[in-house]
Nanobody
C-alpha cells in the first residue's frame, strides 16, 4: 500500500513563496500535485513522470516547479509569486502507470495540505 503525506502548507501574502513536500513510502513512476478550492472542482497543478519533462497547468506555469528527491522519497512543489487564486487544499497523487498527465486517474492520494494566500 502506497502512502503519501503532504506538508509545507501555510498562510502567505501575495507574492510570497511556499514549498510543499510529499513523502511517499514507495516510489512510483507518475506523481502529481492537485488542488481544490472551496466550491470548485479539483484541478491538476503539475505532474512528474520519471525521466521526462514535467507538465504544468497554464495557471501556474513559470511560478511553480515540481521536483523529486529519490534519496528522501519526497516529491516537492516549489510555489513562487503566489496569488490569492492559488488558495486551496493541495494534494499529492501517485500512479504506477507507465505514462500519465494531469488528466490521468491516480489511485493513490495524500490527505492534503492547506495553502492560503492573502492579498
Amino acid at each position: 500500500q502506497v502512502q503519501l503525506v503532504e506538508s509545507g502548507g501555510g498562510s502567505v501574502q501575495a507574492g510570497g513563496s511556499l514549498r510543499l513536500s510529499c513523502e511517499y513510502t514507495s516510489r512510483l513512476r507518475c506523481m502529481a500535485w492537485f488542488r481544490q478550492a472551496p466550491g470548485k472542482e479539483r484541478e491538476g497543478v503539475a505532474s512528474f513522470v520519471s525521466y521526462t519533462i514535467p507538465t504544468y497547468a497554464d495557471s501556474v506555469k513559470g511560478r511553480f516547479t515540481i521536483s523529486q528527491d529519490q534519496t528522501k522519497n519526497t516529491l516537492y512543489l516549489q510555489m513562487n509569486n503566489l496569488k490569492p487564486e492559488d488558495t486551496a487544499m493541495y494534494y499529492c497523487a501517485a500512479s504506477s502507470a507507465w505514462a500519465c498527465s494531469l488528466r490521468s486517474t491516480f489511485p493513490y492520494w495524500g490527505q492534503g495540505t492547506q495553502v492560503t494566500v492573502s492579498s
